[in-house]
Every structure is written in structure tokens, then in C-alpha cells.
């Protein structure tokens, strides 16, 4: 018996070595040296340990309170418990910055929704990013789903699934956004898609087109991380919130909608831009500059 015990638990941390090395990306991989690859795996597995243990507790718990009460909890109790652990655990001091300018209260009509974009270079951004404590749901890609507890805390916080490459997934991925946006949800949405620690990519048109149809303002979102984020044994971290930018008005079909990005990426980027130099300098450990010289306005137009 113990020896089928140990087996399982064998096989359950090997599936969870498994689970933490698909959380690496390889643009995010050139930021450690091999020795730092123990501490990224360790992050990995501890991650998911701690959202097996909150999701299995909401699970019990939604049982008898309901699906909304699960769904809240969720998006609420264990990203941000699971957040505030991970990075203290792992990272240092976290600054949250521009709190007011996310939609607070929204899911009970107190405001309205709105489209939040933050930048992405890590998977550090998640934990930071459910550090702002609003009423909105996560768009991430299908296959984070697999990860043992941390698919599962996205499933029960209504995380809209995400399969790359595909246009009927990008659709039924916009419908789900019109879903939660409708019924009082932000969305928050990684424009550029996936990571990329060492490039700035060009944002995608989901998010404008989510913004313009349904006529919510777009939050604006800086996260900083150090270059010695996964290097050293504590960094400081800031993610911060800047005011809402209003869409501009449809001016035809859906498929030129898409076109009034021209207007408003330059003053999110002008936005994002002076916001990352600023903090850049209250980050003791950062060189990085998150917007190359060369390539801040040219693609996004």
C-alpha cells in the first residue's frame, strides 16, 4: 500500500515538474541562467500546489453558496491570496499602483466595465495582475487550462479560453468577452498576445474591437519587472493602472472598426511609455527599457 502511495505521489510531482516547465516560455527562459532553473521550476510546482488547495476549497465551498458566490471567489479570494503568496515567497515587495482607475463594483452596477491592457513579458504579469482587485475576467490561453490548480482557478473564475492560430477560437473568444462584458464583467485582455521579454510586440485588435463595439473605455496597465526578477533573491515589482481612455465612436461594419485602433494606440502607448520610463527609475534593480527606440509607434499604426 505505502509503496503505491509513494508511486502516486511520484507521479503527481512529476506531472507537476511537468505542468511548472510548460509555464516557461522560451523568450522568458534567455532571462535565467541554468542555475536559476531550480527556482522557476520550485515557483512552478509551489503555484500549483497553492491553487489546487484554493480551488478545491472554492469548489466545496461554491457547493453549497452557488455558482456566482464560486465565481466571485474565485476571481477575487484565490487570485489575489494566491498572488500576494507567490510573490512573497518568490520576489519581494509588490507596488500597486492607479487602483481608482480600475472598475470597482461593476458586476453590481455600480460603474461600468472596461477593457484593462496590460503589457506582457512573464508569467509573473498573472500574479501582478490579479493584484488589482477589480470585477473582470481573465482572457488566457487553453492550454494554461491543463496546469494542474491553476486551470482549475480559471475555469472557476470564467476565464475566457484562448487557442492560438485558430480564427473560430478567436471568435468564440470574442464572444465570450461580449458575455461577460454584458453582464457587468471587465475584461482583461494581454494585447500583444503572447510574452515577450525582449521585444515590444505590436497590440493585437481584439481588445479595440471589444472596446469600440461595446463603447467601454480601455485601462491602460505598466508592469515593470527587473531584469534580476528571476536572479535575485528579492526585487521590487510594479504594475500600475493609468486612467481610462474613451473609444472613439463606430464609424462602420464591424471589420473597419478595427481600423480606429490607428487612434487610440498612440495615446496608449504615449501613456504606457512615459509611465514605464518614470517607475523604470524607482525600480533599484531595473535596466530594462520595455520600449525599444525603434519600434514604439511604427506597427501599432
Known amino acids: 500500500m505505502m509503496m503505491y502511495l509513494i508511486a502516486g505521489l511520484g507521479a503527481l510531482m512529476g506531472f507537476m515538474l511537468l505542468g511548472a516547465a510548460f509555464m516557461i516560455d522560451s523568450q522568458e527562459s534567455k532571462q535565467f541562467h541554468k542555475r536559476n532553473v531550480a527556482k522557476v521550476l520550485l515557483f512552478g510546482v509551489v503555484w500549483q500546489i497553492v491553487a489546487i488547495c484554493y ?13 456566482e458566490w464560486r465565481r466571485v471567489a474565485a476571481s477575487h479570494c484565490a487570485a489575489e491570496g494566491i498572488s500576494k503568496l507567490m510573490t512573497a515567497l518568490f520576489f519581494g515587495e509588490v507596488v500597486v499602483e492607479g487602483l481608482e482607475h480600475i472598475p470597482q463594483g461593476s458586476i453590481k452596477g455600480k460603474c461600468g466595465p472596461a477593457i484593462i491592457a496590460p503589457n506582457h513579458s512573464s508569467m509573473v504579469d498573472v500574479l501582478l495582475c490579479a493584484m488589482l482587485a477589480g470585477d473582470f475576467t481573465w482572457v488566457a490561453k487553453s492550454t494554461v487550462f491543463l496546469v494542474p490548480g491553476v486551470g482549475q482557478c480559471l475555469y472557476l473564475a470564467g476565464t475566457v479560453p484562448l487557442s492560438r492560430g485558430k ?81 472613439p465612436k463606430p464609424v462602420g461594419p464591424t471589420e473597419e472598426m478595427i481600423l480606429e485602433r490607428k487612434e487610440m494606440s498612440p495615446e ?34
Open 55 to 67: 480551488a478545491f476549497t472554492i469548489y466545496v465551498a461554491g457547493f453549497f453558496r452557488g455558482l
Open 167 to 247: 480564427k473560430s477560437s478567436a471568435m468564440q473568444m470574442l464572444e465570450g468577452c461580449r458575455k461577460a462584458l454584458d453582464d457587468g464583467w471587465s475584461v482583461l485582455i494581454y494585447p500583444q498576445g503572447t510574452r515577450d521579454r525582449l521585444s515590444w510586440r505590436p497590440w493585437k485588435y481584439g481588445a479595440f474591437k471589444l472596446a469600440i463595439e461595446k463603447q467601454v473605455p480601455i485601462v491602460p496597465v505598466s508592469i515593470i519587472l527587473p531584469d534580476d526578477t528571476w536572479t535575485s533573491g528579492s526585487c521590487k515589482l510594479i504594475i500600475k493602472a493609468h486612467p481610462p481612455v474613451a473609444p
Open 268 to 301: 496608449l502607448w504615449k501613456k504606457m511609455d512615459a509611465a514605464i520610463q518614470k517607475m523604470t527609475k524607482k525600480v533599484e534593480s531595473a535596466s530594462f527599457s520595455a520600449f525599444p527606440k525603434d519600434h514604439r509607434f511604427r506597427k501599432s499604426e
